[in-house]
């Protein structure tokens, strides 16, 4: 089984900064790509940033230039650091990983619970 728990998450003043973080564990053979994804309330799961296990980065328009999505590989651990924030910022972030589990022939994506964002004006 494989496990995400993100951290970091809190209240944040518009300008500010946080960083997020999400260690994965559990029967890990290798993770292709990792990621961060965030749902507002009443709105879709979207897609903020992910990084690649070469170190490709992709960002969603909203968040270029303001976040930054990095990994330690040895560590399993994905970060993302988030300046000059927004209250439109404010939702739920998940992380999620597509991970190779040992003796499997596949990858399969798992997914963090979640950790609050609020941005206040």
């Known amino acids: 089984q494989v496990q995400l728990v993100e951290s970091g998450g809190g209240l944040v003043e518009a300008g500010g900064s946080l960083r997020l973080s999400c260690a994965a564990s559990?029967?890990?053979?290798?993770?292709?790509?990792m990621g961060w994804y965030r749902q507002a309330p009443g709105k879709q799961r979207e897609l903020v940033a992910d990084?690649?296990?070469?170190?490709?980065?992709n960002y969603a328009d909203s968040v270029k230039g303001r976040f930054t999505i990095s990994r330690d590989g040895a560590k399993k651990t994905v970060y993302l650091q988030m300046n000059s924030l927004k209250p439109e910022d404010t939702a739920v972030y998940y992380c999620?990983?597509?991970?190779?589990?040992?003796?499997?022939?596949?990858?399969?994506?798992?997914w963090g619970q979640g950790t609050q964002v609020t941005v206040s004006s």
């Open positions: 559990g029967s890990i053979f290798s993770i292709s790509v």
């Open positions: 990084i690649t296990s070469g170190g490709r980065t």
């Open positions: 999620n990983a597509e991970v190779l589990g040992y003796g499997r022939g596949d990858y399969n994506l798992y």
